[in-house]
């Protein structure tokens, strides 16, 4: 039975660029194993957007002097970009900014409401009486009355990570300048000390497969510190607006928002696949909002398994927050939040009792620094993926993120390492061994691969292709856990086992003096070449859909991406996707069954050996 797998992915905010420790903290291993999980025939959805609101954004634009809606624009379509260049598949890459978000997000709050899990109450907020209006967290910094970091945002401490009580800032001082003064407003606040006890059984539930440092964080966190009440509401006018009569001009404050955006990129993607699929048969694409419902497959199905890819920093929200606002929305949501009120008798798609899917896992990264500092985008002290992508190929830099990723603790990008695992290991050690055996058959075979008689197979043989066989379930496992160094670590392992075995029985020697057997040899290379291209796949999918080419196969492993321009009543967003199609993403992961005879394509190198001029090269540009 495929299981339903939702890959869910930190939404990144359009204030700033992509950088590679936000690809190797969310978005690569996010992508490594939602190709995998296709791979072995599951279904997959993966989704995650930009996010357009929030104060982080506004701020962004008020420096350029330009419409937030154009600013969140240009990142987006940069993130998107990015993206397409590093192969990441998302089923749906959206925005926070699209009607149906805004509605998903409002019948959450609604259905957390009528579930007696939101209070409102008076608070002191600053506000700034220049420009007459309420200045949220960002727009305020002072000290921190816990730690005396100086950068404190009004309402939380970047610092020492605590939630702070604007009035209690010590010095505050308004980003735009002007005098603050601090006024009463009132907004609602989430009871998350109501759903403590459901957050910790959630969390001990999962406490053996989740990473040690992402429970650490949170389960320990709840015990000694419990869940304390959340205000959930902002005075400000960019963002979704609090779905009540009275409370015009307050909007979801971005963090309740933004979670949800897992939940309602999967709504919007099932409505675009169902308008997707009629267009295919040669219907006309339907113009009413269509009802379909592929989502609860993810959304009400307790047996999928939804893994939660981000930063250390995000950790809380993820474990504790999000699970609270899902625990307190329960069925409630199913009931208030219809996509298509016109078509939809029952108000309970999902039917009686239903609740939304907590996370499986959390498996959150570390962060990683660069040449020993801090990755700043401010300093310029960063490699930016799309700049990095106009030097080298992606399956380099994905190989390099890999390795190096920060799953247990920080890790560091070191040019002198980039260049030197591409070379050493890459290159000479994977890459090598696909390119010369291909060429080597390719040239005294005819382009075929050896017609040999495989119960002619010798013991040396039989073994090697056992060991690599037994690679798909070790492998497998590695990355079923979101042990993704492990998984290529053992793989790249299995590639020096080949080269092990082509030392020992050298065809190149053999080919002259007896080619019946080093036409055994070279056939038990290229098999566990072609099965080692599938274990390679989920990390270096450019590479790998190459070398399945140069094979001769005719379905390609993976399916293609592409961009949508989706209309609401808020205007146009373009959209990332990804076609499976009828092609591509078969259950491929398995061993090889390489025909003896079968036609290969004439083979060619799969990646680049890198000149160590590049290390100075690229130091040089840090900083500047
Ligand atoms: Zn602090």
């Known amino acids: 039975m495929p299981e339903n797998i939702l890959i869910a992915i930190a939404w990144p905010y359009a204030n700033a660029e992509i950088h590679v420790g936000n690809i190797t903290g969310s978005h690569l291993p996010g992508d490594i194993v939602a190709r995998y999980h296709r791979l072995k025939g599951n279904k997959v959805l993966m989704v995650s957007g930009t996010d357009s609101h929030g104060t982080p954004v506004t701020l962004a634009a008020d420096k350029e002097g330009k419409p937030v809606e154009e600013v969140y624009k240009r990142y987006h379509d940069g993130f998107i970009e990015l993206f397409q260049g590093f192969g990441i598949t998302y089923d749906l890459f959206t925005t926070t900014h699209t009607e149906n978000h805004f509605k998903v997000s409002q019948a959450m709050f609604l259905a957390l409401k009528q579930n007696g899990y939101l209070f409102t109450q008076f608070s ?49 001082r308004s980003k735009e300048g002007g005098a603050l003064e601090l006024r009463e407003t009132e907004h609602f606040y989430l009871d998350l000390s109501k759903l403590e006890p459901d957050v910790k059984q959630f969390l001990r539930e999962r406490a053996k497969h989740m990473r040690d440092t992402v429970i650490g964080e949170s389960l320990r966190k709840i015990e000694s510190e419990g869940l304390k009440p959340r205000s959930i509401t902002r005075d400000l006018d960019w963002g979704i607006p609090v779905p009540l009569e009275g409370w015009e001009g307050k909007r979801l404050y971005v963090w309740i928002e933004a979670v949800v955006g897992y939940l309602s990129a999967a709504i919007e993607w ?8 009629s267009e295919s048969k040669g219907e006309k694409a339907r113009v009413e909002p269509s009802r379909n419902d592929a989502w609860l497959e993810w959304w009400a199905n307790p047996a999928s398994k939804h893994f939660y890819f981000q930063g250390k920093d995000n950790i809380f929200f993820h474990t504790s927050m999000w699970p609270a606002e899902l625990m307190g929305a329960g069925e409630q949501f199913f009931e208030i939040f219809s996509p ?10 999902a039917g009686r009792g239903a609740k939304l899917t907590l996370p499986y896992d959390v498996p959150a990264n570390q962060f990683m620094n660069l040449e020993g500092q801090k990755i700043s985008g401010s300093r310029n002290w960063a490699v930016w993926g799309l700049d990095a992508l106009t030097r080298y190929d992606p399956d380099a830099l994905r190989y390099y993120l890999t390795v190096n990723m920060p799953e247990a603790k920080d890790s560091d990008w070191d040019w002198a390492e980039f260049v030197a695992r591409n070379n050493n290991e890459l290159v000479a050690t994977w890459g090598n061994l696909a390119n010369r055996v291909l060429a080597f058959c390719y040239k005294n075979w005819d382009g075929h691969v050896p017609d040999v008689d495989v119960s002619t197979l010798r013991p040396a043989d039989r073994n090697l292709l056992a060991v690599i066989e037994n690679g798909f379930a070790t492998v497998g496992a590695e990355l079923e856990a979101v042990r993704l160094r492990s998984a290529l670590g053992e793989t790249m392992k299995l590639a020096t086992a080949v080269n092990q ?19 055994l040899t070279v056939y038990t290379a290229l098999k566990a070449i072609d099965s080692l291209k599938v274990m390679f796949s989920p990390f270096l999918p450019f590479t790998s859909e190459k070398l399945h080419s140069f094979f001769g196969y005719e379905t390609p492993l993976f399916g293609e991406q592409y961009v949508e321009e989706i209309k609401d009543s808020l205007g146009t967003h373009t959209g990332l996707r990804y076609r499976v199609g009828q092609v591509g993403d078969l259950p491929y992961w398995k061993p090889s069954e390489l025909k003896p005879g079968q036609k290969l394509n004439l083979p060619g190198p799969l990646f680049k050996k890198l000149e160590e001029s590049v290390i100075d090269e690229e130091r040089a540009r840090l900083g500047k």
């Open 270 to 277: 099932s409505q675009l696949s169902d308008a997707a699929l």
């Open 340 to 349: 298509s009120p016109a078509l939809t008798p029952n108000p309970s798609p």
């Open 501 to 519: 075995y082509l030392d020992v029985n050298a065809p190149w020697t053999a080919i002259k003096t007896d080619k019946a057997s080093a036409a």
């Open 124 to 172: 002191k907020q600053w506000y700034s009486p220049s420009s007459k209006r309420f200045l949220p967290d960002r727009y305020v910094e002072g000290t921190c009355y816990i730690c005396g970091f100086e950068s404190a945002r009004s309402d939380q401490c970047d610092n020492c990570g605590n939630v702070l009580e604007p009035e209690k800032l010590i010095n505050p």
